[in-house]
């Protein structure tokens, strides 16, 4: 009887966990509903901003900014796309706050103190990211695009029609292939500026260290490279972009790991448990141990012999 009843109690908790669990998804998912109806409803203007890097890119080549529907349905299928984006843009500070909420009652102080900073991180670098993506990358991105057109009057005329009119092969793009390409481009970079949070959190929690980053530089490059061109058209320009930005937050974040490690010893200092390495390798083999002696008097009898 007192095993069952310690069970059940065992199992209660849990129950109040999950049951709080479902009321923070149920009230995210609410917000992010409704960020998306709010968008939904100006996502024309959301789209427009969207467009601004590739307009840009068409009014210095005296091209106008024309974008088409090339089925029914696209148009409201881009309005839906904008709409879960923007949705979830506004709903993120909510939604982070509600998982904050569910997490944060576990944590003791010093984690909550550990912990809070990197929160606050991450959405830092998705935006810093997005922003670097939209008004740096698509523009170089979609500029090195559309230098593949060929005007009619500079191209030649079509081999074998007589008196054909040269030909011209120039940009009428589709809205939802662009809004997709767009998108792309901004999260990737988005998740890609979150590699010094993620290696500084690792570091923090004594998963990497900075000595080991180094170690596996090589490795890294490679596994840059990769991505780059795993998440980025099949041009260049954007792949070494990508390369040398998300290289570079790697050697931050081998300094961010660093600098982790060296508060840490320091505060291991101050509290006398920090113990070096020389001291630990002394301490295993001690010159005044009887046991070290009797090693030392073995490998002397080697030597005569």
Known sequence: MSASNDIEESSAPLIEHLAELRT????????????????????TPIFNFLTAPLCSVLAERGQDCDLIFISPQEGFFVAIKVSLLGGFILAFPYIANQMWRFVAPGLYKSEKGAFLPFLVASPFMFFLGAAFAFYVVTPLAYDFFLGFQQFG??????????????????????????????IKFIVAFGMCFQLPVLLT?????GLVSAGGLRSVRKYAVIAILVLAALVTPPDVVTQVILFVVVYGLYEISIQLVGRVERKREAELRAQGLWVDDDED?????????????????DEDDKGKS
Request: some cysteine; overall charge negative; proline content about 3%.
């Open 24 to 43: 923070r998804l149920i009230h995210s998912v609410v917000a992010f509903i409704i960020g998306m109806v709010i968008c939904f409803t100006v996502a």
């Open 153 to 182: 009057g500079e191209g030649e005329a079509v081999e074998g029609v007589k008196g054909a009119a040269p030909l011209s092969v120039v940009f009428q793009g589709s809205a939802q292939e662009y809004l997709n390409l767009t």
């Open 201 to 205: 959190l690792m570091g923090k929690a």
């Open 281 to 297: 390798e002394d301490d295993d083999f001690d010159l005044d141990d009887p046991l070290a002696d009797v090693i030392a008097g």
